[in-house]
């Protein structure tokens, strides 16, 4: 092998390497997708509203789900937004909802990360519902934990 061919493979490698570790202290970086605001969520307990005679505080943090329109290329419009019966949720800097899931039988589709005080429990999805049976909503509150609510659709 020559010399010019010697120094192409050495460069190609250390480029290799170098993205390498560049690409992993990134994957290392965004898995904590809370990062500061971490000491901030204080409880991940799962709860769910009674239905029968639901209290404000599990009305303020039950997702409400509300399908919609089907566009032409199959997607349709699926909102959520936390709170129901006109209780919508607060968003401050120490009581905020700090991520809104959306499963479709059971696997996730959707997930959206919210900063304390910045955006309100609401998101809004276009999703290919084509025999999906069942869609959950799932949402965490920093301070009274997770809540999901599950719609059958037709």
């Known amino acids: ?14 480029l290799a390497a170098a993205t390498t570790l560049s690409a992993s202290e ?9 990062g500061k605001y971490r000491e901030g969520i204080k409880n991940r307990e799962k709860y769910k509203k ?11 943090h039950t997702p409400d789900i509300k399908i ?19 209780i ?3 968003s401050t800097d120490n009581h905020w909802i700090d991520f809104i899931e959306l499963n479709a039988d059971g ?3 959707a997930r959206t990360l919210f900063e304390p005080g910045k955006a309100m429990g ?6 290919k519902l084509d025999g999906v049976k069942k869609l959950t909503a799932v949402a965490g509150c920093n301070i009274h934990g997770i809540w999901e609510n599950t719609i059958t659709l037709k």
């Open 50 to 60: 009674n239905s029968k005679n639901p209290t404000k505080g599990q009305l303020k």
């Open 88 to 90: 919508i949720h607060p």
């Open 1 to 14: 092998m020559d010399r010019r061919k010697a120094l192409k493979i050495g460069a190609l490698g250390a």
């Open 26 to 34: 990134y994957k290392e970086e965004k898995t904590d997708v809370y």
């Open 68 to 86: 919609g329109p089907k566009d032409a290329n199959g997607y349709t419009l699926v909102e959520i937004t936390l709170g129901q019966e006109g």
């Open 107 to 109: 696997k996730l589709v």
């Open 122 to 127: 609401y998101a809004a999805y276009k999703v």
